[in-house]
T-cell receptor, first 112, second 114 residues
């Protein structure tokens, strides 16, 4: 079945540091890939997506590239802010119907 | 803005009680979902519904049931709550078709069963 593996947290960075959160996946066919973010006390919200190989999703300074050859979708940001502190979930949808498979989440803490 | 609301942010129930968690969305979405979120396990799908009165089991349906009598409302029912159902419960909704993957989440209900 489909699965998503992401790096364990928590990840603690200083403000303006470079962020990478690793994500790899296993899926049948050609899945769409996503990053969702959960800010403290809130539900998850879609951060960015990529629907085919070599697509780059981007939003709010975050980027992730769909790498079919390495089955990866790593999240990056060049300069993190305190307001980026949240839990980040990698996810996929392999079509067929509405089901989205989520990773376990990576908590990011940015300190001033 | 899409709004998904859940009836309670925090709930404390006793073992054996029947528990209802309510979720309402205001964007006419066809699909609705219930997840539980546990540390180290991420989000696990309990049930989803793609239309009124229609439901499908997710990955961990045991001990739960659902009801969808109206399009905007999706209820999760714990028939006889147990301590291993202590968790954060998240409701989500989405459109059908090509954007079905974009799920909109409520803020969650933290349920404690004692």
């Amino acid at each position: 079945g489909d699965s998503v593996t992401q790096m364990e947290g928590p990840v603690t960075l200083s403000e303006e540091a470079f962020l990478t959160i690793n994500c790899t996946y296993t899926a049948t066919g050609y899945p769409s890939l996503f990053w969702y973010v959960q800010y403290p006390g809130e539900g998850l919200q879609l951060l960015l997506k990529a629907t085919k190989a070599d697509d780059k999703g981007s939003n709010k300074g975050f980027e992730a590239t769909y790498r079919k050859e390495t089955t990866s979708f790593h999240l990056e940001k060049g300069s993190v802010q305190v307001s980026d502190s949240a839990v980040y979930f990698c996810a996929l949808n392999s079509g067929g119907y509405q089901k989205v498979t989520f990773g376990t989440g990576t908590k990011l803490q940015v300190i001033p | 803005d899409v709004k998904v609301t859940q009836s309670s942010r925090y709930l404390v129930k006793r073992t054996g009680e029947k528990v209802f968690l309510e979720c309402v969305q205001d964007m006419d979405h066809e699909n609705m979902f219930w997840y539980r979120q546990d540390p180290g396990l991420g989000l696990r799908l309990i049930y989803f519904s793609y239309d009124v009165k229609m439901k499908e089991k997710g990955d961990i349906p045991e001990g739960y049931s659902v009801s969808r009598e109206k399009k905007e409302r999706f209820s999760l029912i714990l028939e006889s709550a147990s301590t291993n159902q202590t968790s954060m419960y998240l409701c989500a909704s989405s459109l059908s078709g090509g954007r079905a993957y974009e799920q909109y989440f409520g803020p969650g209900t933290r349920l404690t069963v004692t």
